[in-house]
């Protein structure tokens, strides 16, 4: 799903959570970037070269540039998609995730802000300045570079975009 606020992904949750009668919410940060590193300690969980993004995830590449020929900050490598791909077009992470990196950026539940006690296991921060964490990515314009494991973006709640989703996180009992 794409062109969703994190107040529809956020409802999203709550909705599927009464409907499976489990716990469900958006990753926290660090969920997140756990899931994505999937083990890895490399830029991306495909390696530090952006090249290598091509065969985990959408990004902007060569099938985009030959589209958009002013964007300058494209990968040479081509994965055959100018905007959103399907899910699971690409090679899963060591945890069996798809589409960690681009095709998508994805919400979190984390409001902005900087990371407060780092010895913290999952720290979630739960008060902010009016903008949620998103993380992954997408297709767009902006150089595949930033399509780290580490890297965060943000948005206020209410935005919605082409290239914002999201994935919900279970809790496992």
């Known amino acids: 799903m794409v062109n969703v606020t994190w107040n529809d992904a956020n ?7 009464r409907r499976t009668k489990k716990a469900v919410r958006l990753p926290s940060e660090a969920q997140w970037e756990y899931a994505c590193r999937a083990g890895s300690a490399t830029r991306f969980y495909s390696g530090d070269d952006p090249e290598t993004l091509v065969r985990v995830g959408n990004v902007a590449d060569g099938t985009a540039k030959k589209k958009f020929p002013d964007w300058d900050s494209t990968i040479a490598a081509e994965d055959g998609y ?8 690409f090679r899963a992470n060591r945890f069996g995730l798809y589409d960690m990196h681009g095709n998508v950026w994805e919400w979190c539940q984390d409001w902005l802000g900087p990371y407060g006690d780092l010895s913290a296991k999952d720290p979630v921060r739960v008060k902010g300045k009016g903008v949620r964490v998103m993380r992954g990515g997408s297709w767009g314009k902006r150089t595949p570079k930033i399509c780290s494991s ?24």
């Open 11 to 17: 409802a999203f949750c709550r909705w599927l959570a």
């Open 82 to 89: 100018v905007f959103t791909a399907p899910v699971g077009q």
């Open 150 to 173: 580490a890297l965060r973006f943000s948005g206020v709640p209410q935005s919605r975009d082409l290239d914002v989703g999201f994935r919900v996180s279970f809790r496992l009992e």
